[in-house]
């Protein structure tokens, strides 16, 4: 019981934490990986491997120059066989030659999964289905993190852990939970029992929560809270219980997290948490952008993206406000089903460095022979001879080296942020069939994402990708909320304040209709800001045919043919729409106490945002970075230019003068050619 009830503390104080507590840690641990240090090497199962293997392995990876392995991952019963009983014999034999080898070691916390001997001794830990049926861990991730004796367990196996190893000085970091956001949620009882709990803490009482869902509509009204049941995940239901259960969840990973942040800050503090969370899956994910410096240090995650936009703007999300460089705790060598392309993990690699990447550790450094991953290929091949990608990451490794003193990792200062919000996501898309916002909210939420950071990054310019209500917007010169559909109290207040002092803000069609509960706002829309941007808007409609306009002196035609019909009040409009009846406002702007509020009709697109932002760079005073082709990025790094070309084709990069490139040892003349994946750092 006791362990019950701080289980939903842990719960109800997911949030309460000052979000300062965690960046400060990372100022004053000096010892931190940090200015001049770089990091090449690969993730690494000894469990899957025999000592022989592991010897040999160990000695591939010192000739290909590796200096970091992650280790621990998705191998609980590695450690603890049985409950309580613990083998660290092959494990210590494992580190003791990696500190010989002069590779450093980040320890993962493996309490994901779960080992069988747990699901057998703790009926609890299974999963239950919507409809009742109790789940086999079948697969990894199968585990019901809600559940008491899980926590108590994993909790004392990372105390165990990190008793062990926290003080080993080859240990360079700890990380948790691999991929804990890519969980499942269960259906239990117990589930059931937890979350009514969860919903009294959060509503008090229940005429607070018949209105927070509406319980109005169609004669739900919930009278005794034993007739609250779990919300289905997958199938029919109102948003406003969707989004709850959602937080919910989202409120007990957060909550094993920092279970887990406390035993290192108790027994490593001297260790970073570097973490390969996964907080963006679709599978259940979390709210990581309102909660993450109450247990990261430095943001990573699994680099598998492949193009430009969405890895520069999930490395951006990752990083939140941090000041801490980001790590790829694992990066794409091959993939399911996909072997690999030579020159791709280099270009990707480079790409990380020009983002403000430290460290990018290979998954996985041996192809495994069995399990789910069974088809995914590593740097050696199932019959244990190394590839050519082995050959590539250590190519990587030699050149990082070259790269350390030459101001990496790069020090990333955005003047520019794009909000995202977890609830936002999550209510904006909820379950069907016969919600209406699935057919009003048609444009992904990412993808109007995407759409606001795309032409920002095009023209090289560093942006922030954060959550509004928990940061400090003081420090950015423009912020962008882009189809955030659902905004609470708190976002509201932020977008006010940052105004009313001075800031500018972009907000586009989409954004602003519901609030906390996930119901429409009863005020004008945008709902609490109306006043903010000077307008209002309520009807809307959708075309057959591109609109049309001009923004300056830039025509646009977009892809998105959704547009909000705008009645401004004190916002002075800044371009029409030409081909629609009156041409109405496609973007407006006012002036709201010391500062600007722009709101733009349509959905987030390149077509329309492209011309805006380039009309308040200069105003703004906001650096545009190094003019490139598309598909080409690049970065000024104390005095050089760090260029990376996305594309498989030849690039001609125009230049200043003549330049001379430290990676290519060409001399370039007005103009730079980078083939395909090409990098080059010029000065």
Known sequence: ?????????????????????????????PGWPGSGQ???????????????????????????????????D?????????????DFKAFDAVLAEMKANGIRVILDIPGLPAPLWLHRKYPGVDLVAQNGTRLNPAERYMDNISDPDYRRLVTDFADTLTKRYGADPNVIAIGFDNEIGNGFMSYSEADRQRFIGWLKARYGDLPSLNKAWATQRWSRRISAWDEVQLPYGDGPGPVERYLDLHRYWSDVTIGALKDLEAVRQRNAPEKPAISNLWDSADRKGFDYLSTYRQYVNYGAYGYYNGDPISGGFETSMMRGALTTPVWFNEFQAGGGGFYGSKGRSRMWAYFGLLNGGQAVLAWTFNSHLGGEEQALFGLIDHDDTPSWKLDEFGAIAQEFRTMQPLGFPRQVSPEV???????????????????????????????QKHNAFAPLYNDNIDVAVINVAYEDLSRYKLVVVSGEYLMDQKATDAIRTYVANGGTVVM??????????????????PGRLSDVFGLKTNAFYRTDTPLTGRIGDTDFSTTINF???????????????SNVEGSPPVITVNTYGKGRAIYVATPAQ?????????????????????????GV???????RTLYVNTTTTDKVVPISGRKTGLITHMTWNTEMHLGPYGVDLVQ
């Open 606 to 630: 390149t077509s329309i945002m492209a011309p805006l932002y380039e009309s308040l760079y200069a105003d703004l005073k906001i650096a545009v970075g190094p003019k490139t082709p598309e």
């Open 417 to 447: 942020a794009i909000d995202y919000s977890f609830d936002s996501r999550v209510a904006s898309n909820p379950n069907g069939p016969s919600n209406t916002v699935r057919a009003y909210y048609t444009t992904p939420y990412l993808t």
């Open 1 to 29: 019981m006791k362990f019950m009830n701080s289980l939903m503390t842990s719960l109800l104080i997911a949030t309460a934490i000052p979000c300062t507590v965690q960046a400060k840690a990372a100022a004053e641990h």
């Open 508 to 525: 586009t069609a989409l954004s602003d209709k519901a609030d906390g509960t996930a119901q429409w706002h009863n005020t004008p829309l």
């Open 633 to 639: 990025y690049a970065r000024e790094v104390n005095g």
């Open 74 to 86: 998705l191998s609980w019963d590695y450690f603890e066989p049985e409950e309580g009983v613990y």
């Open 38 to 72: 770089l990091f090449v090497g690969t993730c690494y199962q000894p469990v899957d491997r025999s000592p022989e293997q592991i010897h040999r392995d160990i000695a591939l990876m010192k000739k290909a120059g590796f200096n970091i392995v992650r280790m621990g």
């Open 563 to 577: 547009y909000e019909v705008l009645e401004p009040s004190t916002a002075k409009v800044m371009a029409r729409f």
